[in-house]
């Protein structure tokens, strides 16, 4: 829709004149209409042939499914009433029975690049600079005019160049033999995925042996320029690789870091813990769904409320727990391992029954989705990125919370000698719920989270619980700069595995690696001199 | 009081007696038992929660027109909860202890597998409403959904085609279960056939439940920039495909470039999915929701009015039908046929009459239940996404197409006969 509006409002400016003057070609809007999917890409080419600008919001009502018929009446049906594709005119009252106008992939492709032709010539530099990236693969012959001639009257350095390459991939298919070696040599400076394709195309072998391109030194000028394409590719894809495992990485961290609390300061082994993350996860439906219902403008700002919400709400439950069962099972790891399974169990039922066994849907903010353009082959999409972000703020939060405050303090001291710090005033008790709540409030920060790339439904947080209680044992007990960097380790690892071997064995061979490295160093990657010693 | 109770037991109890004596499955005088066995929880819950939902309507709207030869139908809903072996305890609990005269449900093959034998030993009655990978019949179950020849096959034969991009090149990419890498060996055999080789087909499998695409969507990316045109086709199942299709949209994988064809993703699973950036991503099916015929537009009403009747969450503001839904409708009716014509509720005597019954369907046409291979005769559609979440038809089979269970493409089958080994015998 935005897309449409941008080129209706683009269509105005650059053709205003002829807009008013000139109707469109009603033979072609037929057959763009009426015709088989042939004769729609071939009415598309005649439009660009043209040069016809007018045609852009016709080319994109069709690309996004706003064209109808009506008997012999072509109609472009928006939001707000129908006019003519002909004559431009608006049509009220709209005709009763109206059939769409189908574009399959095939058009809409042919659209995309007429429609981005056709703005080639914009006044606008963003304009032509968004075109010049539509075309920047998949360009056809009948383009190569257009584009030549928008290179002429090009004067910004970027998109001249850019359109240089253009032309480049379409004189690739010339029939002249020097036109296509220097088109050929034009491209090594490409550093697209669709670049790579078209030399690579070039090189491809027949069955029987034969290269499908009979020329030697077309052959080696392709090979050549493609070494340098796929050198530049390469570091995209590892760049790829790298905030992957980075991304996987912050989600493992945000998942075992409030377990680092609990279980590995205070020593308590949580079965629950995944629930806990479930519960922010939950946290946050609701709070979307109020300020669905109640304010429905700030829809976009939710995250702002639901990360509060989920802290609280988790850390609450986690301190009901506290108090109510694991304060009689300090010191008994086995029972509590027992007790809080049970609870994990509860919970997932009281969810279940609260709020029904189906997924829940939770929205990404519209700021969250998409992602931006790194490489030319490598995207890296905003939801990610925030929670990246997002992890790396909890992290320092909770180390300030922890070295910096009185609170903090405390726990450290309970935790390396509850009997001493008992003697010198501090209410071990309460610590203990505090220091409960905080581990579970960032449990359900990373319900938050994690409700932006995955599902939501009762069953979540047993998703979780293993890879938490493994970054945790990994990293060392005890230690949440070890959580932090066996989070990181592992996350970049999977990544690094799933691309060789596929997402199944990965996980098989991450478990077995912890196995191993367990079996080495039970203590973990950072361990402590002894519990008692660390300051 | 406990004389009174206990005469009534005694009544209640011969008039089971009675009521087995006559027909084995039927319970009491006037209703009879239909077990509903699809997971209402875990990852599965996002396909198989509407199915039971649109399994209740039907049975509601049979018992409101008179029921089956007049008893009213009174459905029996387990959870099986996307457990394997938790199916085939179900199954075989709502056929020996609740006495049931069909079971609607299973959706992936995973979990048919699991029944299966439970069905062929009480010889139970299994009504299957999805797509599956063929290489099975049984006496005991009617397949509504589709079989590869009436979806994956068309769906590739499609992208291959001028009109669907060309593809030379294939991703086959799907969750790691039987489903998925049955249909991937019957494609390959079918590309190779086609004269692609092997360099040129990717496989990869991904767990179940599986949240995190990153990796493989970048495999995808470098797989298809090596010189051909490439398509994806998923066989990804279940809630997966949320976070698949998030990753697909947010790393800005255009159906322009690499067209991803899904197997298992109807109208339901892409509920909660941003679907602008996923326009003309495609779906192959024999049913879609925006199909234009009279039928269907009653059958949408229906379902619309239900759904706001029952308060179904989700359903209730944004009411969607698909496929599986639509072959779970068939076949609960092709089920009352075949009892009024057989006019028994004996599980035997109903399979011989659904042979040959036929069902005006919302998908437009009168389908047929072959006579022979227990399969719907179905028409094949390929839709592409459209920004609302809903499909445009791009292609469809003239009219209906009868399955071939056993694949052409899997060695050893040329010798299989579509037909149920003992079916022969019970005629």
Known sequence: ?535 | MERRVFLKKLAVTAAVAAAIGGSPSVYAKDTVKVGVLHSLSGTMAISETALKDVALMTFEEINANGGVMGYQIEPVVVDPASNWPLFAEKARQLITQDKVAAVFGCWTSVSRKSVLPVFEELNGLLFYPVQYEGEEISKNVFYTGAAPNQQAIPAVEYLMSKDGGGAKRWVLLGTDYVYPRTTNKILRAFLHSKGVSDADIMEEYTPFGHSDYQTIIANIKKFASEGKKTAVVSTINGDSNVPFYKELGNQGLKATDVPVVAFSVGEEELRGVDTKPLVGHLAAWNYFMSVKNPTNTEFVKKWAAYAKKKNIPGQKDKPLTNDPMEATYIGIYMWKQAVEKAKSFDVDKVTVAMGGQTFKAPDGYTIQMDAKNHHLHKPVMIGEVKSDGQFNVVWKTKGPIKAQPWSPYIPGNEAKKDEPARMAATK
Request: net charge neutral.
């Open chain 1, 1 to 535: 829709m935005k897309k449409a509006l941008c080129a209706l409002v683009f269509a105005l400016g650059l053709g205003a004149a002829s807009i008013a003057s000139a109707a469109l070609d009603a033979a072609l809007v037929g057959k763009l209409a009426f015709g088989d999917n042939d004769e729609k890409i071939a009415a598309i080419r005649a439009f660009v042939a043209q040069g016809e600008a007018a045609a852009a919001p016709l080319l994109t009502a069709l690309a996004e499914g706003q064209l109808q018929t009506a008997g012999e009446r072509v109609l472009i049906v928006g939001d707000d009433g129908a006019i003519d594709a002909v004559s431009g005119e608006k049509v009220t009252p709209l005709p009763e029975t109206r059939d769409d106008v189908i574009a399959n992939n095939r058009v809409r492709g042919e659209v995309a690049n007429a429609v981005a032709a056709l703005r080639l010539l914009a006044p606008q530099r963003e304009v032509r600079l968004k075109a010049v990236k539509e075309l920047e693969t998949g360009a056809s012959v009948a383009l190569l005019p257009l584009v030549k001639r928008a290179r002429e009257k090009e004067t910004d350095a970027e998109i001249r160049s850019a359109l240089e390459q253009i032309a480049a991939t379409i004189e690739v298919k010339s029939d002249d033999k020097a036109t296509r070696l220097e088109a050929i040599r034009a491209l090594a400076a490409s550093d697209s995925p669709g670049t790579r394709s078209l030399l690579g195309s070039i090189l491809l072998m027949q069955q029987g042996g034969r290269y499908v391109e009979p020329d030697e030194e077309v052959r080696r000028a392709a090979e050549e320029s493609l070494k340098a394409v796929q050198g530049r590719l390469a570091w995209g894809e590892r760049a790829g690789l790298l905030f992957a495992g980075v991304s996987l990485g912050s989600i493992l961290l945000l998942a075992a870091l409030g377990l680092a609390i609990t279980y590995g300061l205070m020593g308590v082994i949580n079965m629950a813990h995944g629930e806990l993350i479930m519960i922010g996860a939950y946290a946050t439906y609701v709070v979307q769904n109020l300020v669905r219902a109640y304010a429905p403008g700030a829809f976009d700002a939710y995250l702002l409320a639901a990360i509060p919400a989920a802290f609280i709400t988790s850390g609450l439950v986690g301190m009901a727990l506290e108090r109510s069962v694991i304060r009689y099972l300090y010191g008994r790891p086995l029972e509590t391992l027992l007790a809080t399974w049970g609870i994990s169990l509860m919970l997932i039922q009281a969810v279940r029954t609260l709020f029904g066994a189906q997924n829940v849907q939770v929205e990404n903010p519209s700021w969250m989705s998409g992602g931006i353009q790194l490489l030319a082959n490598v995207v890296l999409p905003w939801n990610r990125i925030m929670i990246i972000g997002f992890a790396a703020l909890v992290v320092i939060a909770v180390g300030l919370l922890l070295t910096r405050t009185r609170l903090g303090l405390f726990v450290r001291g309970v935790t390396q000698n509850r009997a001493m710090a008992s003697c010198v005033g501090v209410p071990t008790a309460r610590v203990d719920t505090w220091a409960f709540g905080l581990g579970s409030g960032v449990a359900g920060l990373a319900g938050c989270a994690l409700s932006q790339v995955g599902n939501v439904g009762p069953d979540l947080g047993q998703a979780y619980i293993v890879d938490s209680f493994m970054v945790v044992v990994f990293g060392g007990v005890g230690q949440l700069a070890g959580t932090v960097v066996a989070a990181l380790g592992l996350g970049f690892i999977n990544k690094l595995l799933e691309s060789w071997s596929g997402a199944v064995i990965a996980k098989i061979a991450v478990l077995v690696f912890i196995v191993l490295f367990i079996q080495k160093r039970p203590q973990g990657l950072f361990a402590l001199k002894g519990r008692a010693v660390e300051a």
